[in-house]
């Protein structure tokens, strides 16, 4: 369906492009006729109404062109995404399974276990990092502060509990890390 609509909207492209080409010859063809007759004035603004359009045109095309573009890679992207994680999908429906048949509680802990590392090879091969938080100077840029706690081995404004772990991809966060701060007064 998608190919469908490209293909759509590379023939409107193309007839705008075709259309911008006709208005630009139309345009020559009626300046070279009138040529003889016209004032040099005239001649100027005809032609730079004339680049105008041209410019417009083209502007237009370009807009239509990186449009798609983002579209199409948009898509590869989420599906590339979305790949990676179908693996992880399959065995947690192998683990449900086989937690209904009522099999061995020590395998499917196992598997439970190997479940948790492909997400986390999945995370690292999107470049997806874990936010270090756990005795960390809190940072606003990357912890969310939901409690203050008091301990007085620990210095002040130093993350104490995490309660929710934080990503980033990059130096973007996708997750602020979720905290308690201590504080001593």
């Known amino acids: 369906m998608q190919d469908n609509e490209m293909k759509e909207k590379q023939a409107e492209q193309e007839a705008a492009e075709a259309k911008a080409a006709e208005k630009a010859e139309d345009a020559k063809n009626a300046e070279e006729a009138a040529e003889s007759e016209v004032d040099p004035k005239d001649a100027k603004i005809e032609e730079l109404q ?17 449009n798609i573009e983002k ?25 449900e399974a086989s ?8 395998a499917v802990v196992d598997g439970m276990k190997k ?11 999107l470049k997806v990092e874990e936010i270090e938080a756990q005795n960390a100077k809190f940072d ?11 301990n007085p081995e620990l210095d002040d404004e130093i993350v104490d509990m995490v309660f929710e772990k934080g990503y980033k991809l990059g130096d973007k966060v996708i997750r602020h890390s979720k905290v308690r701060v201590n504080t001593n007064e």
């Open 99 to 106: 937690v209904e048949k009522g099999d061995n509680v020590d």
């Open 50 to 66: 004339n680049r105008l359009l041209r410019l417009q045109a083209d502007f237009e095309n370009f807009r239509r062109r990186t």
């Open 140 to 150: 606003p840029n990357i912890h969310e502060a939901v409690m203050r706690g008091h």
């Open 115 to 125: 479940i948790r590392r492909q997400f986390e090879d999945a995370f690292k091969d």
């Open 71 to 95: 579209e199409q890679l948009s898509t590869f992207v989420t599906a590339n995404v979305v790949g990676k994680f179908l693996k992880v999908l399959d065995n947690f429906e192998r683990a």
